[in-house]
Structure formats: structure tokens, C-alpha cells
């Protein structure tokens, strides 16, 4: 399971204003699960929700999965918590973002953020340690996650976090605004340590101490 911070968003507008401080104790850490991977059976067409797959028991409802093929880099995955289940049918929250196909390789995979603000405005994220728990899960792209992942968002700061063995990007921000991120320590993530990507502008990264990193410090 991951922690969200959720607006109410769409596609095109974020409207919510939820002046939300998440502030972390000493010695608290948060670690992801675990990844499970299974086949997809059936052609899963962009704009459903529902999929079936060959080991329904690798899942349960509040996990985060990702779905995709050979051909999903990037924003073309679906990353999503699975909300109900209906006998080997699953269901997640939101829609998939591009057709996924059976002889293409299409499976999904229990992996997902580990703190996760979507559709946010005006809130921070202090103190906390978020570790990836690399070893044992499956590598997840910048575009759709990281171990903090915030996407249509703004005014937000993340200060003094600790990301460390995430299997992807330690931090990405997409279609955001307003978003201040300083004095964090980012390590030994698989993928890049910031991210700011798409779509987003006027942010401020300042004092983080970024390195050992599987790639770019700042993309």
C-alpha cells in the first residue's frame, strides 16, 4: 500500500486546497512492499479500469500496481490502486492510459510510489524517511512514479526527507507548480534523484544532498 495525498482532479484542473502537513516522527520509516508480477489475459483497452491476470492471487484490494507492455514507456504506463475485485477481476482507480496487449507482453506488477500527491495544492511533506526497498521490487519509471511522486499539483515543499533504495526516480514532479524541495538527503535510488518533469515550472531545489544514484541527480 502507499500513502496518497489526493485532490479533486482531473486531466485538466486542480481544485482542491487541503493546507495539509505531513511531518514524520524520529525512527519512522516508511518501506514499500514486496513486488508480484503476472501475465495480463486480456486486451485492456485505454480508458478501462477492470483487468484479469494468470495469478490473481499476487494481488489484493489497496495495492498499487503497475500496467504495461513492450510498447508503454514513460507516461504511457498506468500505475493505480487496485479499489475492488470481482472474482479473478480487478479494478483500479483510475483509467489506463493506453492499450495494453497480451502477445505484446502485458502484466502487471504489485510495485507503486511510496508517497504519492495527486491533484494537490498547499501542502508540505517534512521529515520523513521513505526507503525503496530495492532488493525486492521491480524498477518503475520516472514519467508514472518515484518514491515521492506528485503530479498536477502545487505550492507544495518537500524538506528534510531521507529517499534511499527506491527502484526508479527518488523524486518526480509532473505538471506541477509552485513546488520548493530542500535539504533531503537522495541515495542509492535506481533511477535519477530529482525529477521535474513535464509540464512543470516555477520550482526551487536547494541545499539536497543527491548522490549514488542509478542516474542523473537532476534530470
Known amino acids: ?121 498547499n501542502a508540505s511533506v517534512r521529515g520523513l524517511k521513505l526507503d525503496g526497498n530495492r532488493e525486492h521490487t521491480i524498477v518503475i519509471n520516472g514519467c508514472r512514479a518515484g518514491a515521492v511522486f506528485m503530479l498536477q499539483s502545487k505550492n507544495i515543499t518537500i524538506e528534510n526527507v531521507t529517499i534511499e533504495r527506491f527502484n526508479g526516480d527518488a523524486l518526480s514532479f509532473q505538471q506541477c507548480t509552485n513546488i520548493t524541495v530542500r535539504h533531503n538527503e537522495i541515495s542509492h535510488c535506481a533511477g535519477g534523484g530529482l525529477h521535474p518533469g513535464s509540464g512543470s515550472f516555477n520550482y526551487l531545489l536547494e541545499h539536497n544532498h543527491v548522490h549514488d544514484n542509478g542516474g542523473t541527480g537532476l534530470f
Open 1 to 121: 500500500r502507499h500513502t496518497r495525498l489526493q485532490g479533486d482532479w482531473s486531466s485538466d484542473v486542480c481544485s482542491s486546497d487541503l493546507n495539509v502537513s505531513l511531518v514524520g516522527q524520529p525512527g519512522a520509516i516508511l518501506r514499500i512492499e514486496p513486488s508480484t508480477r503476472t501475465d495480463v489475459l486480456d486486451y485492456l483497452g485505454y480508458g478501462f479500469t477492470e483487468f484479469r491476470v494468470a495469478n490473481p492471487q499476487a494481488f489484493s484490494v489497496g495495492d498499487g500496481v503497475l500496467i504495461q507492455d513492450r510498447f508503454s514507456p514513460g507516461f504511457y504506463s498506468t500505475v493505480g490502486t487496485i479499489v475492488a475485485q470481482r472474482g479473478d477481476t480487478f479494478f483500479l482507480d483510475r483509467p489506463f492510459h493506453h492499450d495494453y496487449l497480451p502477445h505484446q507482453g502485458a502484466e502487471a506488477i504489485r510495485t507503486h510510489s511510496i508517497l504519492e500527491i495527486l491533484g494537490v495544492e
